[in-house]
């Protein structure tokens, strides 16, 4: 198989379908470092905007792609490693892509930019936009997002509701609860009042159920989003895990070869990532599959998160 560097997929997504991934930032680049991040710890924080990575690029290894492959893609994805938004030429592929392909296009951000213009002008032409929205007060919003420092809570809030005015497709906005950080009731009547101002078409409800970067990520029960879910709006959902069939939509052999991998020396995601040649955002995804069928398990060691064979899978080699 042709790997990619900057398309992966398609990975089954839990609000997108089958989803083909555009990354075009470099891994970590990013206005937030988000204490629930799956990624880690974000390494370049910053809200400026440039070409960081070539336009021409993405548009040839998406022609390639599209060539290539046969896959059933519900959404062409920009997401990946870092905020799609801080690519300063996220507008002009996205308006080659749609001469390319009828495949719908949507773009994962933390909506932090919203504010300028020049990043409203550039998602007009996406079919759907998934912005997040995780507080509405600035001291919750440097708790769990931990934004850059030219970041307020009250800027990023006029950009999702100026995007709204401007935005003629769907805005489904996502919320990511953390225990104890951003689920006070007080704040989720005053994000509620917030919300309604912005006017999403979907509020989708999430919660940590991956390896966080931060040990005090915690994840909320089904009982207290269910609680806050009643609270924010009729529109609100909870999202919850795809079904097992879909996950299961990967290639077998990568399966074995990630657990023949492990079963050499432990793996950090990054590790996996750079020995096979596959996006980490990927990997995450068949990782949570071998976890499910306990054929890994995961092990903490200071810092890091590593993967390892499972007694039950080395027992069956």
Known sequence: MNRKRHIFG????RRLGFSLGVD???YKTCSFDCVYCQLGRT?????QRRGYVPKQLIISELKDYLVEDRDKVDYITFSGSGEPTLNSKIGEMIGEIKQMTDIPIAVLTNGSLLFEVEVRDGLRNADLVLPSLD???????ERVNRP???????????GLKKFRKEFDNEIWLEVMLVKGINDDRGEVKRMADVISEINP???????????????LAMPLSTSEMKE?????????EI???RARKALKAYEKDIEDEIVMLLKRRPCTIGDISNFLGIHRNEIIKYIEVLEEDKRVVKRGHGNQSYFVVSEDEMRSM
């Open 10 to 13: 398609p990975v089954p997504s």
């Open 24 to 26: 075009i930032i470099p």
């Open 43 to 47: 390494t370049n924080k910053t809200i």
């Open 135 to 141: 507080a509405v007060t600035q001291n919750i919003f």
């Open 148 to 158: 850059h420092e030219g970041l307020v809570t009250e800027k990023t809030i006029e």
């Open 201 to 215: 078409d979907k509020i989708q409800l999430n919660t940590v159920v991956r390896p966080p970067c931060e040990p």
């Open 228 to 236: 806050i879910c009643k609270m924010l709006s009729e529109k609100a």
């Open 239 to 241: 999202i919850t895990p």
